[in-house]
């Protein structure tokens, strides 16, 4: 089960996707942390860090929210 789990998230991590528009383009993999920030055929490391930093705060936010509602809920 758990070599099924990790070959999933694997899988998942390995996804990529680009969107280019109006000279800014961006690759994220599946695990949603940024690859590549190009603004106008230039990388932008800092700006991608910064995303990337974004994007984990935002996902701690959420651990934390939905194990407060867990907690809750098993009170009640």
């Known amino acids: 089960m758990m070599a099924d789990a ?18 800014i383009k961006i690759t994220i993999g599946g695990d949603l942390k ?3 920030i190009t603004l106008n055929n230039s990388e932008n490391n800092v700006m991608k ?6 994007i984990r705060k935002a ?15 098993s009170i009640s």
Request: aromatic share 2%.
């Open 6 to 23: 990790y070959r999933l998230r694997k899988a998942i991590e390995a996804e990529i996707v680009e969107v280019e528009e109006n000279g």
């Open 34 to 36: 940024i690859r590549n």
């Open 49 to 54: 860090d910064a995303v990337n930093k974004a």
């Open 59 to 73: 996902q701690e936010m959420m651990v934390l929210k939905m194990k407060e509602m867990v907690d809750i809920e």
